[in-house]
Antibody, heavy 119, light 107 residues
């Protein structure tokens, strides 16, 4: 059973870069066939897909965030990461990492981590 | 972008009764539709994919139907643990989008 765990700072200052890592256990990122994903949820709101990365490094980003998002993968550590630049209070959210099937739905999720943007 | 619209925003139902939740897509997504359940403080849990296929371990009281632009999630006999927020998600292309959610509350 694959498990995902987010880690990173819970507080980021405005204009800085938000950085999170997702550690995968119970399965190898390198095995292929899955898209490793970031999704966020603003407080009390719905879900917003941020982007995916394939083990090969191919990425797909939400066009509304594309200019500020970078997702990368480290297969040696079985981790993938999110960087979101120039953050504002509007980026305050719970950030989830998830594994998408080849058909882009999400059977596996991390527990989520709250990131607050505040000075 | 495909916009997913869920209705109603809040649904009040008594335990043991049937609940019917709706999801509409702004354009056809074929059967590429998933449903998730989210409880407070938890990550979403996949219930249904392919519009009607239950995910592993999901009880038979959960069923999904529909194709194209109109979809329904039915919970046949509500249990106490079913009161939560439910989201639909289309994945007809790589840019999957979620609905805004339906909160299922105890009547």
């Amino acid at each position: 059973q694959v498990q995902l765990q987010e880690s990173g700072p819970g507080l980021v200052k405005p204009s800085q870069t938000l950085s999170l890592t997702c550690t995968v256990s119970g399965g190898s990122i390198s095995s292929g066939g899955y898209y490793w994903s970031w999704i966020r949820q603003h407080p009390g709101k719905g879900l917003e897909w941020i982007g995916y990365i394939y083990y090969s490094g191919s990425t797909y980003y939400n066009p509304s965030l594309k200019s500020r998002v970078t997702i990368s993968v480290d297969t040696s550590k079985n981790q993938f990461s999110l960087k979101l630049s120039s953050v504002t209070a509007a980026d305050t959210a719970v950030y989830y990492c998830a594994r998408a099937s080849g058909s882009y739905f999400f059977p596996y999720w991390g527990q989520g981590t709250l990131v607050t943007v505040s000075s | 972008e495909i916009v997913m619209t869920q209705s109603p925003a809040t649904l009040s139902v008594s335990p043991g009764e049937r609940a019917t939740l709706s999801c509409r897509a702004s354009q056809s997504v074929s059967s590429n539709l998933a449903w998730y359940q989210q409880k407070p403080g938890q990550a979403p849990r996949l219930l249904i994919y392919g519009a009607s296929t239950r995910a592993t371990g999901i009880p038979a009281r959960f069923s999904g139907s529909g194709s194209g632009t109109e979809f329904t999630l039915t919970i046949s006999s509500l249990q106490s643990e079913d009161f939560a927020v439910y989201y639909c998600q289309q994945y007809n292309n790589w840019r999957g989008t979620f609905g805004q959610g339906t909160k299922l509350e105890i009547k």
